[in-house]
């Protein structure tokens, strides 16, 4: 990564549902300052952009002021890198098309770019992370949903509107029996394999069976992946069940995402990554015994190295040195 070393530093804008996170970060992907916002306490964009430059403002000042900063990156749900827009976010306060890149750009003075949050995560892999040196791989983030970061040949996938890469809206359940997902289709790949996905498999195994398990010790409408985590580590054979069953779709999954690109790793990124072997070796399997036999062995199935924390804003950063 070649930067400027007169403007040393960049900003990373990582939107939430819940918090917006902003920092400056420097070549070496150190945070060198933080800061953060409730997304969802601004119902006008306007009143947004504001909020967070005036409490960005600070930081840079603190830093060596704008003259320091080569460029803004900000990682959004439904962040489209071609307009530098949101566009129609459902977990967000503001409807329609925003043109966020554009609003900080003029309220900074600072060149801003925008793209998804997975998109950011994967830049930020490679840039700082498991990928540095990769040119072909794919990130998958396990949260809330599963999202995904393409890229290939050393470049970022958007395809031909900003938003290609929606691997989490993959259907790997067809028919009618797949469940509903977010987005309003049946059988996703999120409506399995994110951290609600978990969380519903642990619902529908203890309604239908009557095994034993420490998660009847909690109403079904409050279980989290969390609790299925730690249930599994205790060695609990229902939550061993559902990772068994996570992994499995997963890996299938990625199987089949793999004759896509032919990527050197799978990186996996969020809280039910952390979840080690209990997610890995099933997905492992899964890919194993799935994948077409000329890419066998081929692609590594590797855990994210960047801290959960840091994360977010490390990857909307690393878009910031990619600004000419």
């Known amino acids: 990564m070649v930067t400027n070393m007169e403007k040393p530093y960049v900003v990373g804008i990582d939107i939430g549902g819940t918090n917006t996170v902003f920092g400056i970060v420097d070549a070496r992907g150190t945070i060198l300052s933080v800061g953060s916002i409730k997304t969802q306490d601004y119902l006008e964009i306007d009143d947004y952009v504001n909020t967070v430059c005036s409490n960005l403002l600070p930081l840079i000042e603190a830093n060596g002021g704008v003259d320091k900063i080569k460029g803004i990156g900000i990682g959004a749900p439904n962040g489209n890198f071609y307009s530098g827009t949101i566009e129609f976010a459902p977990n967000l306060p503001w409807k329609g098309i925003i043109h ?17 949050d997975a998109n950011a995560a994967a830049i930020g892999e490679m840039t700082y992370g498991a990928a540095r040196g990769m040119k072909n791989f794919i990130m998958i983030t396990l949260g809330t949903g599963v999202g995904s970061g393409i890229v290939i040949n050393g470049e970022m996938v958007y395809g031909h509107d900003g938003f290609a890469g929606e691997l989490g809206h993959v259907i790997v359940r067809r028919g009618n029996n797949g469940r509903i997902c977010g987005c309003g289709r049946k059988g996703c790949l999120e409506a399995y394999c994110s951290a609600t ?3 519903r498999t642990a619902r529908e195994i203890l309604e239908t069976t009557q095994a034993e398990s420490k998660l009847r010790e909690i109403p079904a409408d409050q279980i989290t992946s969390k609790d299925v985590y730690e249930a599994a580590v205790m060695g609990d054979a229902v939550a061993n069940q559902i990772f068994e069953f996570t992994g499995t779709i997963l890996g299938e999954a990625l199987a089949d995402f793999i004759a896509f690109s032919s990527p050197e790793a799978i990186i996996l990124f969020g809280g039910l990554a952390k979840s080690g072997d209990l997610i890995f070796k099933p997905i492992q399997k899964a890919i194993d015994e799935n994948v077409l036999a000329i890419y066998k062995g081929k692609a590594k199935l ?16 690393a878009l910031g040195w990619e600004i000419k």
């Open 197 to 199: 996905g978990v969380a």
């Open 100 to 116: 966020l890149a554009d609003m900080f750009t003029e309220r900074l003075g600072i060149p801003t770019v925008l793209t998804n």
């Open 302 to 317: 590797l855990m994210s190295e960047l801290k959960d924390a840091d994360a977010a804003v490390l990857g909307a950063s």
